[in-house]
């Protein structure tokens, strides 16, 4: 089983060589050891040693064989690549000889290529002699292009004029580009050049006038001659892709023709909003200002939204898709207006003007009307356009149109009262109501122009009305403060000389009667114009004003009755009164009378009388 010293001697490698080999056999001879051991370890186990004998044989054979296959596989492989390396290594050494030859031809040929440069300079002349040549049929005919061009351009010819302009301009630009190339192009030849194509940028500014004249006639030209607007679109078009494809080029060449960019797209949508500008927005203030105002802005209104419908029906088609024209139209209307609209109100408005414009822009503006339109939608989206007034603007309006109204209300309410005051010493007693209550128009004038005002303000907004409201009532308070100090003067000038008030009774309780009718329509005004997260009440002061008129005009209606009950108290301890019922009869009647003319009164004023007697004024006067 085991070897012999002298054949592990003999089968060692010497000492430093394939180190490798030395442990992988030692590795194999240690595994075999090992197998051999547990397999031959028992004796009956001994019987199979030949069997394992010649498996092993014949498993030794079998690598054998397979080793040698691979090793004569690997020898022809490095046969043949020695006889490719001997093949490549002749024909390096034949590329190496052929060129020291040619190198050796190349030097001896060296005064031949020095002749050949100038041949090189004359064959480039040539070309460029030959490419002068080829132009100057076309430099001839310059003036005749220029001349036919303006013709083709004053019977409206558009693209076979701009095709002329653009050969025109072609072979100009080729010119300086040449010579630019060839480092020619000095302030001479560029002069000389210019001097000889001088109508060409006169021949450009005309072409240029014309189709600006057509881009501001464009609303109406879509409906009557669409093929002239389109004209020009596919004019602006083509100088755009001449632009780019010079731009492009100068990166390279660093050269761009004069006059370039001509930028005739973004000149397009100038002429646009400076045309929209001019045929709406400039207007002096003796021509819009006064009755023309309110008509100003529903002219806007009118031709704004006509313009626009044509804008997409008809324009839309007549323009790229990338032009997004009726976008760029409703922009530009938009920032036109919000300019204007800045613009009016640098102007002294008056309340009636600020109102119109307030509800234009807020109401009108956005709504189905106008920029909500259905033939607009969804098109023209009017929240993207955003607001035509700031906010800050809309609350300086409103605070001013507030302040304007609040003025005239006062001034309004001072003339009724005045009126009304003089009523007071009229020969004829008030008018009476259904229930023969004496009565005048003042709460129904003073609750007209409130009423008015407080409904006018809803059509800007809830904001507005609810401040319209609280200012009404405000105004109403003083109002009610002026009326007791005119009830003071009316009782003092009685005093003073009652036939110069012959009706003063039926006109205190007429104010009585006015007094309880406000209070009425007063519940009603406040419910209508009160916020919706506010209880719908009257102020406590507006209602402590409208008790002190009321007792203040009770306070007058009593003392004159008590003025004319006191002669006739002044006899009651008297002996005259003990023996002549008659004076009894004097008190009852004066009672009565007055008594019948407090009926003229409202139910509701016993409660004001109940509330003078619980202050202990009658017995103070008596």
């Given amino acids: 089983m085991g070897m012999s010293a002298e054949d592990q001697n003999s089968s060692n490698p010497k000492d430093g060589e394939w180190p490798e080999v030395e442990k992988a056999e030692k590795l194999a001879r240690g595994a075999a050891l090992k197998w051999a051991s547990g397999v031959f370890y028992r004796p009956d186990q001994l019987e199979s040693l030949g ?178 607007f389109v004209s020009a679109v596919r004019i602006i078009e083509r100088e755009e ?57 529903a002219s806007l209104q009118h031709s704004i939204l006509m313009e626009l419908c044509i804008v997409k029906d008809l324009m839309v088609q007549c323009c790229p898709p990338h032009y997004d024209i009726l976008s760029i139209f409703a922009a530009t209307y938009h920032r036109a207006l919000a300019s204007h609209l800045h613009h009016l109100l640098t102007w002294d408005l008056d309340k009636q003007e600020i109102f119109a414009l307030l509800h234009w822009a807020l109401q009108v503006y956005p709504s189905p009307e106008m920029m909500a339109h259905p033939s607009l939608l969804p098109e023209v989206d009017v929240s993207v356009l955003g607001p035509l007034l700031p906010a800050d603007v809309v609350d300086y309006l409103e605070d001013t149109y507030l302040g304007k109204v609040q003025a005239s209300i006062t001034e309004w309410m001072q003339k009724t009262l005045e009126i009304e005051f003089k009523e007071w010493f009229s020969d004829g007693e008030p008018e009476s109501d259904y229930q023969g209550c004496f009565q005048t128009s003042l709460p129904n004038i003073a609750m007209k122009i409130l009423d008015e005002n407080i409904r006018v303000a809803n059509f800007i907004s809830d904001t507005l009305q609810h401040k319209v409201c609280s200012m009404a009532l405000g105004e109403l308070e003083a109002f009610l403060g002026s009326l007791c100090e005119d009830l003071v003067e009316f009782g003092k000038e009685h005093q003073q000389e009652p036939t110069t008030s012959k009706c003063y009774a039926p006109y205190l309780l007429a104010t009585l009667n006015n007094c309880l009718a406000l209070s009425t329509s007063l519940s009603t005004l406040c419910a209508d114009g009160a916020s919706p997260s506010e209880p719908s009440q009257m102020p406590s002061s507006l209602h402590a004003a409208l008790v002190k008129a009321q007792k203040k005009a009770c306070h007058l209606l009593l003392e ?59 017995g103070e006067s008596l």
């Fill in 51 to 228: 069997h394992y004998r010649i498996r092993e044989i014949q498993r030794n054979s079998s690598i054998q064989s397979r080793i040698k296959s691979t090793v004569q596989t690997y020898l022809e492989g490095v046969g043949m690549g020695l006889e490719q390396l001997h093949s490549a290594r002749s024909d390096v050494q034949h590329v190496h000889q052929t060129l020291e030859s040619v190198c050796e031809e190349l030097g001896s040929s060296a005064d031949a290529f020095q002749s050949l440069q100038s041949l090189q300079k004359v064959a480039l002349e040539h070309a460029q002699l030959g490419s002068v040549v080829q132009a100057l049929p076309r430099l001839f005919s310059v003036h005749e292009l220029l001349s036919e061009t303006f013709d083709l351009l004053q019977r409206q010819h558009l693209l076979e004029a701009h095709a002329g302009l653009m050969d025109l301009e072609s072979l100009r630009d080729n010119i300086l580009s040449q010579l630019h190339h060839h480092n020619l192009l000095s302030s001479s030849h560029l002069a000389s050049i210019e001097s000889y194509f001088g109508g060409l940028p006169e021949l450009n500014n005309a072409l240029a006038k014309q189709l600006w004249h057509i881009v501001a006639c464009s609303t109406s030209l879509v409906s009557e001659n669409p093929s002239l």
């Fill in 241 to 297: 892709g001449i632009d780019a494809a010079l731009l492009l080029r100068s990166q390279d060449l660093g050269f761009l023709p004069p006059g370039r960019p001509k930028s005739w797209r973004q000149k397009f949508f100038q002429v646009i909003q400076d045309t929209i500008t001019a045929a709406h927005f400039r207007v002096a203030p003796s021509t819009v200002q006064g009755p023309h105002f309110s008509g100003h802005l």
């Fill in 560 to 618: 004159e009755m008590l003025a004319d009950l006191q002669p006739l108290f002044a006899q009651l301890p008297s002996r005259q009164w003990l023996s002549e019922p008659h004076l009894m009869n004097s008190i009852c009647e004066v009672l009565a009378k007055h008594v019948k003319s407090f009926s003229r009164a409202r139910e509701p004023v016993s409660t004001v009388r109940s509330s003078l007697d619980s202050d202990g004024w009658v």
